[in-house]
Nanobody
Framework: VQLQASGGGLAQAGGSLRLACTAS????????WGWFRQEPGKEREFVSA????????YYADSVKGRFTISIDSAKNTAYLQMNTLKPEDTAVYLC??????????????????WGQGTLVTVSS
């Protein structure tokens, strides 16, 4: 599975951005989706995830109520709508997919396939 992330960029505090992650290759239409972020010199941090159907969603406390994950199964694409952005949201955002069902989608170790990352910069 190959993952291509897009949609990063520069936003002002309080603004919005929408990230997209498209999967291709065998099994691209299976399993759940995850979004993580990483700042330079820091550990990768869980942001959000959803089940294969999109019926179950998960969020880090730091983004709950501001970010929304969704999927378009026909396009094998997951989205991360980010609203009310804060400077502390600045990071490289990475999308990921596991290679099985029923795994803990909030854990980095669950994921097998990773996109290249897209930079989000939020100015104050």
């Amino acid at each position: 599975v190959q993952l291509q992330a897009s949609g990063g960029g520069l936003a002002q505090a309080g603004g919005s951005l929408r990230l997209a992650c498209t999967a291709s290759g065998p099994a691209a239409d299976r399993y759940g989706w995850g979004w993580f972020r990483q700042e330079p010199g820091k550990e990768r941090e869980f942001v959000s995830a959803c089940s294969w159907s999109g019926s179950q969603t998960y969020y880090a406390d730091s983004v709950k109520g501001r970010f929304t994950i969704s999927i378009d199964s026909a396009k094998n694409t997951a989205y991360l709508q980010m609203n009310t952005l804060k400077p502390e949201d600045t990071a490289v955002y990475l999308c990921a997919k596991p290679k099985a069902y029923g795994m803990d989608l909030t854990q980095e170790s669950t994921y097998t396939y990773w996109g290249q990352g897209t930079l989000v910069t939020v100015s104050s």
